[in-house]
């Protein structure tokens, strides 16, 4: 089982990988209309629709109506939602570092560049708000 299944499977044994996608996406960009939301997964709307049902019936979202548009929902995280992201972020993060912290420090050091490539190459911030949490290499 993977990293980031077993931090899920350690907070909540039910969400399934596509879902936890789901309620990152929603923490990151707050309340979003089902269309957004299908958009940011790739996915049609009739599957965001069911994905969010069975996100709503196990209390991590909520759905309301958008006050621009009667015929449009809005979905937001609900505080359990947000707890669950939460924990299970943090327990990625101390995996991470437990498997950093097993390896040589010159593995390490190579490690530093290659990330910091990688993430110059997908055009991410290497340093600053995000990063906080993950371990200094």
């Given at each position: 089982?993977?990293?980031?299944?077993?931090?899920?499977?350690?907070?909540d044994d039910t969400?399934?990988?596509?879902?936890?996608?789901?309620?990152?996406?929603?923490?990151?960009?707050?309340?979003?209309?089902?269309?957004?939301?299908?958009?940011?997964?790739?996915?049609?709307?009739?599957?965001?629709?069911?994905?969010?049902?069975?996100?709503?019936?196990?209390?991590?979202?909520?759905?309301?109506?958008?006050?621009?548009?009667?015929?449009?929902?809005?979905?937001?995280?609900?505080?359990?939602?947000?707890?669950?992201?939460?924990?299970?972020?943090?327990?990625?993060?101390?995996?991470?570092?437990?498997?950093?912290?097993?390896?040589?420090?010159?593995?390490?050091?190579?490690?530093?560049?290659?990330?910091?490539?990688?993430?110059?190459?997908?055009?991410?911030?290497?340093?600053?708000?995000?990063?906080?949490?993950?371990?200094?290499?």
């Open positions: 089982m993977g990293l980031s299944a077993r931090s899920i499977a350690h907070v969400i399934t990988i596509p879902q936890f996608r789901t309620l990152v996406i929603l923490s990151t960009r707050g309340p979003v209309k089902i269309a957004v939301l299908a958009t940011e997964l790739g996915v049609q709307p009739s599957t965001a629709t069911r994905m969010v049902d069975r996100l709503v019936a196990a209390e991590l979202l909520d759905r309301k109506p958008n006050p621009h548009s009667r015929r449009e929902q809005i979905i937001e995280l609900t505080e359990r939602g947000r707890t669950v992201v939460r924990e299970v972020l943090a327990r990625r993060r101390d995996e991470i570092a437990a498997v950093v912290a097993r390896m040589p420090a010159h593995d390490r050091a190579g490690l530093i560049g290659g990330l910091t490539a990688f993430s110059a190459a997908g055009g991410e911030s290497v340093a600053g708000p995000g990063n906080e949490g993950y371990p200094a290499l």
